[in-house]
């Protein structure tokens, strides 16, 4: 799959996956704390910090009863409203600047999630390096015609789509001028279990669609990413937040700051992990050959004494002949006086 970069960062197999840390409603309406997540996230090496840019009012209706009210008990927001749940959670239009600006300052790049056409005139204004398209909204095809047309890299979460529906959307993008697409595979579950995460469709993704692929990660802790980058995952996304004992509308499966920083090594020794089809001798192996196997004369031998399994042993180091020609050995002669602890070579024998 061809390369590309978002701001300064490649983003392909040649390259380190790309971190970004998701904000979401994690500042729980403070500016001070989404400010002090910037810089959080920007210490444990993420590479990018994403927002998601919208209001109550462009989400959903100022409605509290029917399909408007999340009475489902297994739901992390259940017993509230949509518009009251979108109103507690969104980012307020003008913290995005100051957040943006203190991301670029500590060398990290920041961009959103738009959910309808004003935001992302909003974003533009702003000049995003790149956009992020959520699960919930992969089979919006006019928002997602609107964000591919200003020519800016794309990425979407793949969520619950069928593959004709990722056909449609990829589609819809590649129409309307996307060039640079990374679809991420999701799970629209908060949290995901690893069960439930399904990574070896990542490759899958890859191969039906030739673009770069990654992950949205809800799930606990670092090991599906790790795996997914195994994988192939080139971008990897996980929900961040300064301390889930402090509450948020999405910290209970976000990763705090330590986690973070282990997602960002981990990932990337994955990635080195992968190399090539290799077989034999590296060349950071080499020393490593004299700790082989080899065989060893192990007592004191006369001239032309026979080889036996009590003077002729495979033992350690490595710097005799190898143990596969312990028997064509037994039975033949030393050609000379061996003392004990010689390396056998063919210049002894008879």
Not at 16 to 37: C, R, V, W
Not at 230 to 237: D, F, N, Q, R, S
């Amino acid at each position: 799959m061809t390369s590309f970069k978002i701001g300064n960062r490649l983003i392909g197999a040649d390259a380190p996956p790309f971190i970004i840390a998701e904000m979401s409603g994690n500042h729980n309406q403070s500016l001070d704390m989404a400010l002090q997540i910037v810089e959080a996230a920007a210490k444990a090496g993420a590479h990018a910090l994403k927002l998601q840019t919208y209001t109550a009012e462009t989400m959903t209706l100022d409605l509290s009863e029917g399909e408007f009210f999340i009475k489902d008990p297994n739901s992390l927001w259940a017993g509230t409203s949509l518009y009251a749940l979108y109103e507690k959670a969104h980012t307020p239009w003008e913290w995005h600047a100051p957040i943006f600006a203190r991301a670029k300052e500590l060398g990290m790049l920041a961009f959103s999630t738009p959910f309808d056409d004003s935001a992302v005139d909003f974003l533009e204004s702003l000049d995003v390096p790149a956009y992020k398209i959520a699960s919930f909204e992969n089979t919006d095809l006019p928002l997602i015609r609107r964000v591919a047309g200003t020519g800016k890299p794309l990425i979407i979460s793949t969520g619950m789509a069928s593959i004709a529906e990722l056909d449609e959307t990829v589609r819809a993008a590649r129409e309307a001028g996307c060039k640079d697409l990374v679809l991420l595979k999701c799970t629209s579950t908060y949290p995901a279990t690893p069960a439930n995460s399904n990574v070896r469709t990542i490759p899958h993704l890859r191969e039906l669609f030739g673009c770069q692929v990654g992950l949205s990660d809800h799930s606990m802790g670092v090991g599906v990413s790790v795996a997914a980058v195994a994988l192939g995952a080139t971008v990897v996304e996980k929900h961040f937040t300064l301390d889930r004992a402090a509450g948020g509308v999405d910290a209970s499966f976000s990763l705090e700051p330590a986690e973070l920083a282990s997602l960002v090594v981990e990932t990337e020794r994955a990635w080195q992990a992968m190399g090539q089809v290799h077989y034999g001798v590296t060349e950071a192996e080499r020393k490593s050959l004299v700790y082989r196997r080899s065989l060893y004369v192990t007592q004191d031998m006369a001239a032309g004494e026979p080889f036996t399994t009590a003077n002729l042993r495979a033992i350690r180091p490595g710097l005799g002949l190898a143990p596969k020609h312990a028997e064509t050995l037994l039975g033949r002669r030393a050609r000379h006086a061996i003392t004990r602890g010689t390396p056998l070579d063919w210049s002894l024998v008879e």
